[in-house]
């Protein structure tokens, strides 16, 4: 069998111990044992990880950038969401 | 909408400094032009292996050694790292292979010159590496997302073959009179083909334009390769070596130093297929690639077997 129909793997490294894991880039490999060993050889040479992923890129599924905009505009009205939004006197503390 | 309506979308979002990424409408020559880019900078690194790996049995000393391994693994991650951003433009990995094992993509020319003594890998650290960084750092912040972030990922990994090169000769430098002969002829080699590496003089670079309005180039030809000869003409000081260019000279007024004229029909010639290991170099990269089929297929094999288990347990 040809290279080419070894599937294409998304890396995701997890940098250290509490921190998530990252989406790093993609490669091909024949299984998912091999995509983690690629993975290390690949993106970990400097000690970059702790913990590394690998899904098949054909399971990742995607929002549209088209519909970006109508897709995220129910948050766009929203301030009142945020902290700031509230108008309070300077001499309440710890809040 | 209209494509006139989409490109003008595109563009703005580019002058504002907003990534493009890989699902986002992009106009196909823009699309065509990364790839290209991108791919041809992916078989340097890839090509760029050759020469190196000559010296690896050679190396003077166990630490040269291991480094210089080090050195040549991280061009095979830099190749992967640009092969797999080519790939969200949807250029295949077989593909791109296929255009650099019969000769239709082109890769850098400088890795069509011999490395003849160990000297030489020192020079090719300070130099080409260091022409490298040069021509990468401010692809960094390219439009394309995926290009800038594996270029980030590189950068950060060049600086150490840039060092070890001039401890290399440092090194040498400091040593007997053969060793320093051996210093100043690498340096001589390496300095032209470094200093062309940055492609041909701006007026005759007609794509320039284009690409620094879509910020996949951000510097023009003339001004980075100038940049390099500036900051080399002084490093050389340090090595008490030469550049081999009896113009070089620091001129007050413009601030830069100046530099005598590059040989253009060496530089087509080599870009053309007849520099001194143009077939060297193919043959041995095509080589590697048909001598690891059985490995690819034993993979696969492997992987197909243990799936078979997994299901039977």
Redesign the interface.
């Given at each position: 069998m040809a290279e080419n129909q070894w599937p294409l793997w998304e890396v995701f490294i997890r940098s250290k111990q509490g921190l998530d894991h990252k989406h790093a880039g993609s490669l091909h490999a024949a299984d998912a044992q091999m995509a983690i060993e690629n993975a290390r050889d690949v993106y970990t040479r400097r000690m970059e990880g702790v913990s590394i992923w690998v899904v098949e890129s054909k399971y990742v599924h995607a929002s549209s950038p088209d519909d970006a905009t109508s897709f995220y505009e129910p948050a766009n009205d929203k301030v009142y969401r945020h902290p700031t939004f509230y108008d309070l006197p300077d001499e309440l503390k710890h809040m | 909408m209209s494509v006139q309506d989409l490109e003008k979308i595109f563009q703005d979002k580019i002058d504002a400094d907003i990534r493009i990424?890989p699902?986002?409408?992009m106009p196909d020559a823009y699309r065509k032009t990364l790839i290209r880019q991108m791919s041809q900078h992916a078989h340097s690194e890839i090509v760029g292996m050759l020469p190196e790996a000559n010296w690896i049995t050679r190396a003077p000393t166990l630490r040269r050694k291991a480094t210089l391994i080090?050195k040549v693994?991280?061009e095979a991650?830099h190749g992967?790292?640009l092969y797999?951003?080519t790939?969200?433009l949807g250029a295949?990995?077989?593909e791109l292979l296929e255009q650099l094992h019969t000769g239709k993509a082109k890769y850098s020319s400088i890795f069509n010159y011999p490395t003849l003594t160990w000297a030489d890998m020192g020079a090719i650290g300070w130099l080409v590496d260091g022409a490298a960084i040069m021509n990468q750092v401010p692809l960094c912040r390219a439009s394309y997302g995926p290009y800038a972030?594996?270029m980030v990922?590189i950068c950060k990994?060049e600086s150490f073959h840039q060092r070890q090169g001039f401890e290399i000769l440092l090194t040498l430098s400091k040593g007997s009179a053969g060793q320093r002969r051996m210093c100043q002829d690498a340096i001589d080699r390496w300095w032209w083909p470094s200093v062309m590496m940055f492609g041909p003089n701006d007026d005759a670079s007609p794509h320039t334009a284009q690409s620094m309005q879509w910020k996949i180039k951000r510097f023009s030809n003339d001004e980075l390769r100038q940049r390099f000869v500036d900051i080399c003409a002084e490093q050389v000081k340090i090595l008490g070596m030469t550049i081999p260019d009896p113009d070089l000279k620091w001129n007050e007024q413009r601030q830069h130093y100046d530099f005598g004229a590059i040989d253009w029909d060496e530089f087509w010639n080599v870009v053309k297929g007849n520099g001194p290991c143009n077939k060297e170099r193919l043959a041995a990269r095509v080589r590697a690639h048909e001598e690891g089929a059985w490995v690819?297929?034993a993979?696969?094999?492997?992987?197909e077997k243990?799936?078979l288990k997994k299901d039977r347990a």
């Open positions: - | 990424e699902k986002d409408w080090a693994q991280d991650g992967l790292y797999a951003a790939e969200t295949g990995r077989e972030r594996a990922r990994e690819r297929e993979a696969t094999a492997h992987a243990r799936e």
